[in-house]
Structure formats: C-alpha cells, structure tokens
C-alpha cells in the first residue's frame, strides 16, 4: 500500500479487537516516531498493552477496547502543534500500511492516565488510538475540494490531487476548517477552528503527499 492508498484507507476506527500489537508491527511503528521525533524535535511516545487513557467515562462514551496510543508530546504552542499534527499524520499513514486502524483523539481520552514523561515546555497536544478494528470504518463524507480555497478553478494539475487529499484529511469533530490559498506556484495554508493547528499540520501532510514534491512550494 503506498501513501495514496493509505490516505484512502484511513478512517477513524473507535472498537478495537483483543489482539496485540506485537512485533514487527511494533518495531515498524517505532521506528515511524523515532523518525518523526528526531525530524522535528518532538517526544511522540508508543504506548502499548496499557488500557487507562481510554477507560474512563468520556472515552467509553466513543472508544472500546482501545489499549495502544501514540501520546503526541511535542513543544507548546502553535507550532509545535502543527508539527505534531504533521508527524502524527505521517506515523498514521504508516500505522495504516501496516494493517491497523487509528482514530486521533483530543477530548475523548484520559491524560492523566497516561504513563509518560512530559518535559517543560512541552504539552500532549492529543492522542492516536491505534490497534486492530473491529470494523475498517467509513471516513466521512468528502467536502468539495473547492471549500478549501479560495483560488477559482480550473487549478492546476498538482494543487487539484493536493485537494483532492485534504479532502480525506482527518479532523476535530470533522469540521476541516484549514483552507489553501494559491498563489502563482506557492500555496498559503491557513488553520481554522477548534484543534486548528493540529488539523493544518494534518492537512498540509495530506496536501504533500497528493501534490507530489515538484512545481510549487509552501509560502513562507
Ligand atoms: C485533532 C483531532 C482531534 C480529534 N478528537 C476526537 C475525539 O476526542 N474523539 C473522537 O471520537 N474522535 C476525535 N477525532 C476524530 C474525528 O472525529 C474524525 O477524524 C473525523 O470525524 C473524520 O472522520 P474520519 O477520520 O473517519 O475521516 C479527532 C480528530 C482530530 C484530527
């Protein structure tokens, strides 16, 4: 399964089987958030077989069975949001070539039950469910690709398939409220709404993947 596929493929999957998480898939996993810690300084931790964060009352009301978690430590604020956002998504894209079901999480779970060390100046920006689903999911159901901007069509070729992946980009409470504007060959990538930084950094990973590497570049 390549990135393309997997985007297609990801959906938020909340029930979870028994079965563990166990090796390679595990050690393929942690490779993913060694790789996106040192790229951006972040301390994303793999938790694994440790059922509390998603035991209690407000998690229970979405998620069962859920005992692996990706905690997303990274620096405070909003841009270490937005690397957390695009670095988990990565580590999801991966989670999901390797045969398991994900869900990100910012309310629905228990920090404080969590056992991970969080240093100063750095936060739990949210969480990844991760395991084997009971069901594959549906994803929800794709907006318009023209929502996400501002520029009119016809696009070019590369910023339609980068839409065209923003558009099966996970978000809190799906409200995908981050928007593109183009100009000439470089693309402005605005947040919006509640985890807005999370969902950029999500987005933006979307958005590269489908775009492809050449003929445009992020605004500075
Ligand atoms: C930053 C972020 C926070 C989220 N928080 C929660 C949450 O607290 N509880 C939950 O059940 N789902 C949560 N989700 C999952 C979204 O509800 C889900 O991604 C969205 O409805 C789109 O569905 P899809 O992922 O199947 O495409 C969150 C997603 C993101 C990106």
Known sequence: MDLH????????VRRHTDRRVEDP??????????AANAAADLAIQLVLDEPKAF???RALGQFRGVKNYLALIGPK???????????????VLRAVQLGLATCWVGMTYSKRAMPVSVRPG?????????GYGV????GHKPRPIEVFTSAAPPF???FRRGLEAVQLAPSAMNQQRFRFDLMGDSVRARPGG?????????????????AGRDGWRWAD
């Open 5 to 12: 596929e997997a985007i297609r493929a990801r959906h938020a």
């Open 25 to 34: 898939v595990a050690a393929e996993l942690r490779a993913a958030v060694d």
């Open 55 to 57: 035991a209690g009352p």
């Open 77 to 91: 604020g909003a841009q270490g949001a937005e690397a957390i956002g695009y670095h988990g998504e990565r580590i």
């Open 122 to 130: 750095q936060e739990i920006h949210a969480a990844v469910a991760l």
């Open 135 to 138: 069901t594959a999911g549906e």
């Open 156 to 158: 070019p070729d590369w």
């Open 194 to 210: 509640p985890y807005g930084q999370v969902d950029l950094g999500i987005a933006k990973c979307h958005f590269e993947i489908g």
